[in-house]
């Protein structure tokens, strides 16, 4: 069983950079395919970014593609997600997500086991 804890959101401003960070811990990060979701106030829960479990195959929403990175370090047990040129159409609470499909970088919620608690990141204009 693994656990996850995100960290970093904060509230800035539009075309700001900022870097969220998951932590796992009770198991190790490498088995684990990575991803990172997020949902708006009234929204749902939507897809971001995701990074296969030795970093070898990255996904990404059409939104965010060219403007976030996913990456890892299984050293340290931790998926990041920069985010640059920010907007405020990107203010939501950010979930960190971990899966156990093999060799992919999966982007349907329901192939993610388990889930951090979120981050709130919020982008004034």
């Known amino acids: 069983q693994v656990q996850l804890v995100e960290s970093g959101g904060d509230l800035v401003q539009a075309g700001d950079t900022l870097r969220v960070s998951c932590s796992a811990s009770?198991?190790?990060?490498?088995?684990?395919?990575g991803g990172w979701f997020r949902q708006a106030p009234g929204s749902e829960r939507e897809f971001v970014a995701s990074i296969s479990r030795f970093g070898d195959y990255t996904n990404y929403a059409d939104s965010v593609k060219g403007r976030f990175t996913i990456s890892r370090d299984n050293a340290r047990n931790t998926v990041d997600l920069q985010m640059s040129s920010l907007r405020p159409e990107d203010t939501a609470v950010y979930y960190c997500?971990?899966?156990?499909?093999?060799?992919?970088?999966?982007?349907?919620?329901?192939?993610?086991?388990?889930w951090g608690q979120g981050t709130q990141v919020t982008v004034s204009s």
């Open positions: 997500a971990a899966s156990l499909d093999y060799d992919t970088a999966p982007t349907m919620r329901m192939d993610f086991l388990y």
């Open positions: 009770g198991s190790a990060f490498s088995w684990y395919a």
